[in-house]
């Protein structure tokens, strides 16, 4: 089946421990994105990438990182420099790589919570 | 900075009420509005819109938008118990280059009790 995956679904980290979010996805899509999803708030980007190998910063950056080194795969770098890294992040993809579109499909999300 | 407000930010109503929902929304080069319902995780397109005055109808819930005034509605009619959700609104815009910048609101939160 076509769609989108994010793993795991929770994840317990430390403080000053570095975890990487999982996001494969198998549309084709050129454009994958990372959004953090705190309650009462809407969803704010973090990063997204519009072709292999190249990236661009969203509204809330710091404290992340990312690669994409393959089309497929978006994975996102919660390090110890993120000051507030508990809440739910969503992965969403696009297959247009010069917009976002309607056509934006977002994987499951994974719940990442610091003890 | 480019702003999507909502409201309310939740709303109470009893099953075959019919809820407005607002988006209002202040951003440079505007390409489209969209609408997402949440359930329990991932976000689900509902409505894109881009033309004023243009309404857009999917069973029971339509949109509409006014960029004039910058601002949308999204009318839910007999609502029904599994409308229960949070709505999403979400404003694309053009941020230079070939890239676009989606932001979403805070979301409305509905509650459609039996």
């Known amino acids: 089946d076509g769609g989108i995956t994010q793993s795991p679904k929770y994840l317990f980290r430390k403080e000053g421990q570095n975890v990487t979010l999982s996001c494969e996805q198998n549309?084709?899509?050129?454009?994958m994105y990372w959004y953090r999803q705190d309650p009462g708030q809407g969803l704010r980007l973090i990063y997204y990438s519009q072709i292999v190998n190249d990236f661009q910063k969203g509204d809330i950056a710091e404290g992340y990182s990312v690669s994409r080194e393959k089309k497929e795969s978006f994975p996102l770098t919660v390090t110890s420099a993120q000051k507030n890294p508990t809440a739910f992040y969503l992965c969403?993809?696009?297959?247009?790589?010069?917009?976002?579109?309607?056509?934006?499909?977002f994987g499951p999300g994974t719940r990442l919570t610091v003890l | 900075e480019d702003k999507v407000v909502q409201s309310p930010l939740s709303l109470v109503v009893h099953e075959g009420d019919t809820v407005t929902l607002n988006c209002s929304y202040e951003?440079?080069?505007?390409?489209?509005l969209l609408w997402y319902k949440q359930e329990k995780k991932a976000p689900t397109f509902l409505f894109m819109l881009?033309?004023?005055?243009i309404e857009k109808k999917s069973g029971r819930l339509s949109s509409i938008l006014d960029k004039k005034e910058l601002f949308s509605i999204l009318n839910i009619t007999a609502t029904q118990t599994g409308d229960s959700a949070i709505y999403l609104c979400?404003?694309?815009?053009?941020?230079?280059?070939?890239?676009?910048?989606?932001?979403f609101g805070k979301g409305t939160l509905l509650t459609v009790n039996p």
């Open positions: 979400a404003v694309e815009a053009y941020s230079g280059g070939s890239n676009y910048k989606l932001t």
């Open positions: 951003v440079t080069n505007f390409r489209s």
């Open positions: 969403a993809s696009s297959p247009s790589g010069g917009s976002l579109s309607y056509t934006q499909y």
């Open positions: 881009t033309s004023s005055g």
């Open positions: 549309l084709n899509h050129d454009a």
